[in-house]
């Protein structure tokens, strides 16, 4: 019986600095269905494992931190917060 979760942890379609990513955890994944019983526990292991691998894909490809919002003073001249 295949273990439907599995499909996510594809990774030969991504770009290569994605495979980078992906690869581990859809290779752990494979690990965990060959070797594991199918339980709940192995389900929650491939959707943690699962979430865990988003999170990596997309702190790849998250944007650098916004800068910081523009305030309007008293006078009316925008300008940039300066953090302080």
Do not use: C, W, Y
């Amino acid at each position: 019986m295949n273990e439907h979760i599995i499909q996510f942890f594809a990774f030969a379609h991504l770009p290569p600095h994605l495979q980078e990513v992906s690869r581990p955890f859809g290779e752990l994944a494979q690990k965990i269905v060959d070797t594991l019983p199918r339980n709940p526990e192995r389900t929650v292991a491939l959707r943690k494992l699962l979430e865990a691998k988003d999170a990596a894909v997309r702190a790849l490809l998250a944007k650098e931190d916004r800068p910081p919002p523009t305030s309007i003073p008293s006078d009316g001249v925008p300008r940039r917060d300066s953090g302080r």
